[in-house]
Each structure stands twice: as C-alpha cells, then as structure tokens.
T-cell receptor, first 112, second 112 residues
Framework: DGGITQSPKYLFRKEGQNVTLSCEQNLNHDAMYWYRQDPGQGLRLIYYSQIVNDFQKGDIAEGYSVSREKKESFPLTVTSAQKNPTAFYLCASSVTGDTEAFFGQGTRLTVV | AQSVTQPDIHITVSEGASLELRCNYS??????LFWYVQSPGQGLQLLLK??????LVQGIKGFEAEFKRSQSSFNLRKPSVHWSDAAEYFC??????????FGRGTSLIVHP
C-alpha cells in the first residue's frame, strides 16, 4: 500500500543531543513537509521541499535541519539549538500543485 | 498571506445530534480548502476538500462542508454524530504558495 511512514513512533533523547526523525513516502509525491504540533497550537510548518535537493524554511525552522537527497525521503534533524523540542512531529507529502497533503502517523519526541 | 481561524477550541455534542464546526479563512483569491480529522496520537486524515465548482462538498464518514465566499467560511457539518467522531478537527487553506496552512483545531467531545 502507498503511504507515508514515520519512524520511530516514540523517541526519547537527552537534552543537548541531536536526533533525526525519519519520513519516507512511496506515493511518488514531489512535495514533502514537516510540521510540529503542540497542544492548542495546531500545526506549524518547520520545513518544506518541493523538489529533490531543494528545501525551504517554514515558520519555525530555527533549531531544525532537513535534507532531500531522494524523492522518497525527507529526514528532519532536531538539533541541540532547538529550545523546546518536546512535541509531536508530523510529516506530509503532496503532488506539487493543487492537491491535498497526506500525512504520516507522527513521531512523538520527548527530550529529558 | 493566508490564514485560518477556528473559533471554537472545544465543541460538545450528544450522540445523534447535529454538528457544525466553524472555519474562517483569509486569502485574497479563491483558495483551496480542506478539513482533516485527527485521532489521539495519530496523523491527520483528509475528510473533504474544496477546489472549485459546487460549493457544497461531500466527504467521508458522512461529513459535508459548504464554501461561502461572502463570509470567507468553510464550515464542516454532520447531521447525526456518532461516538466514534470524537477527535480533533483541523481546517486548512492552500493559496498561491501551495503550502497548506492549518487552523488551531477544534476538539469534538461526544456525550452518550
């Protein structure tokens, strides 16, 4: 079945460590997105990519980094510079243009 | 810039009652509009979308939404709510940038 796979579902890290969240899609979508979700704040855009080897900062990119070396993959690294990294992270993809976004099941990151 | 407002943080209804969740958007032209649903700890699932044409759109799980340009609204409705509809609902708008912007969400509580 086609879809978006995020792994792991739960992730625990110590403060000061970088951590990478995986996002893979087999939908042949050009565009991919990372959102952060906090209670009561909806979804906020971290980074997006509309084509391989190109990505753009979203509204809250500070303390995060991404890469887009393959069409299917868009990993997100939460660096030690992110002040409050504990959150639910959602990856999404879409055919570039006038279509809806499809979401993965999310990764809950807890930094202690 | 595009934006979405969901005025209601929580909505409580009795099972079998009708439901309307409000969504107001801001965008200069006709946007693409979406409603998503999220169960706890899960990703977002698309309920319905509006791109053009008939302003009343039907979605999955018995939901419908009506686009009203004069009111900049895209309210979600269901004639009879089931206990399984309890979830978080997000309205989203997609304008010229092709990047979806989400509202803060409305939490639906269903009483038996």
């Amino acid at each position: 079945d086609g879809g978006i796979t995020q792994s792991p579902k739960y992730l625990f890290r110590k403060e000061g460590q970088n951590v990478t969240l995986s996002c893979e899609q087999n939908l042949n979508h050009d565009a991919m997105y990372w959102y952060r979700q906090d209670p009561g704040q909806g979804l906020r855009l971290i980074y997006y990519s509309q084509i391989v080897n190109d990505f753009q900062k979203g509204d809250i990119a500070e303390g995060y980094s991404v890469s887009r070396e393959k069409k299917e993959s868009f990993p997100l690294t939460v660096t030690s510079a992110q002040k409050n990294p504990t959150a639910f992270y959602l990856c999404a993809s879409s055919v570039t243009g006038d279509t809806e976004a499809f979401f993965g099941q999310g990764t809950r990151l807890t930094v202690v | 810039a595009q934006s979405v407002t969901q005025p209601d943080i929580h909505i409580t209804v009795s099972e079998g009652a009708s439901l309307e969740l409000r969504c107001n958007y801001s965008y200069g032209a006709t946007p693409y509009l979406f409603w998503y649903v999220q169960s706890p700890g899960q990703g977002l699932q698309l309920l319905l979308k509006y791109f053009s044409g008939d302003t009343l759109v039907q979605g999955i799980k018995g939901f419908e939404a009506e686009f009203k340009r004069s009111q900049s609204s895209f309210n979600l409705r269901k004639p009879s709510v089931h206990w399984s509809d309890a979830a978080e609902y997000f309205c989203a708008v997609r304008g010229g940038s092709y990047i979806p912007t989400f509202g803060r969400g409305t939490s639906l509580i269903v009483h038996p």
